[in-house]
T-cell receptor, first 114, second 112 residues
Framework: SQQGEEDPQALSIQEGENATMNCSYKTSINNLQWYRQNSGRGLVHLILIRSNEREKHSGRLRVTLDTSKKSSSLLITASRAADTASYFCATAGGQETSGSRLTFGEGTQLTVNP | DSGVTQTPKHLITATGQRVTLRCSPRSGDLSVYWYQQSLDQGLQFLIQYYNGEERAKGNILERFSAQQFPDLHSELNLSSLELGDSALYFC???????????FGAGTRLSVL
């Protein structure tokens, strides 16, 4: 079953604009991650934020986490046509030494028009 | 390139058949995960292996089984296939950075 919802389900913007995607989850987490998937291909890890962090940056990406609201947002600044993809949030629950399963949201389909 | 190799890329088979999907993790990664992606269920965790042992199980059907071999490659076996098993099956691996998973390109299974 899915951990939660992502919103919006689809987002269409112009190149150069910023894109914001939101994710909600249901259970307590150890960390939350964002992954990107180009049409029908494998997922690529973008950024990880731990449960004790509130904000993290990586290049044009900014992630926030609000554990009291069980929500996260991903901001992509100065978007490019190459950013067109589906974006998924994924939560990991435990602190397993062997790694933890990921529970994915439903994803946001981002289209950046040139 | 994530370093995770999945074969085959595409698989077309008939209902009732059995197939095996193969995954080679990144060099040195001990954990292997299997996920299923379908239009109606989204991305779902199936099962995890760590250094040859089953570590966690998700919504994996009894008709499905997996194993991880001593060389750390993994296989996902799907039997008595049904139309609803048609999906993308992903393998991922993780290593020292245990929280980050590296995904293969997936195997697209079509059951006709």
């Amino acid at each position: 079953s899915q951990q939660g919802e992502e919103d919006p389900q689809a987002l269409s913007i112009q190149e150069g604009e910023n894109a914001t995607m939101n994710c909600s989850y249901k259970t307590s987490i150890n960390n939350l991650q964002w992954y990107r998937q180009n049409s029908g291909r494998g997922l690529v890890h973008l950024i990880l934020i731990r449960s004790n962090e509130r904000e993290k940056h990586s290049g044009r990406l900014r992630v926030t986490l609000d554990t009291s609201k069980k929500s996260s947002s991903l901001l992509i600044t100065a978007s490019r046509a190459a950013d067109t993809a589906s974006y998924f949030c994924a939560t990991a629950g435990g602190q397993e030494t062997s790694g933890s399963r990921l529970t994915f949201g439903e994803g946001t389909q981002l289209t950046v028009n040139p | 390139d994530s370093g995770v190799t999945q074969t085959p890329k595409h698989l077309i088979t008939a209902t009732g058949q059995r197939v095996t999907l193969r995954c080679s993790p990144r060099s040195g990664d001990l954990s292997v995960y299997w996920y299923q992606q379908s239009l109606d269920q989204g991305l779902q965790f199936l099962i995890q292996y760590y250094n040859g042992e089953e570590r966690a199980k998700g919504n994996i059907l009894e008709r499905f089984s997996a194993q991880q071999f001593p060389d750390l490659h993994s296989e996902l076996n799907l039997s008595s296939l049904e139309l609803g098993d048609s999906a993308l099956y992903f393998c991922a691996s993780s290593g020292l950075a245990k929280n980050i998973q590296y995904f293969g390109a997936g195997t697209r299974l079509s059951v006709l």
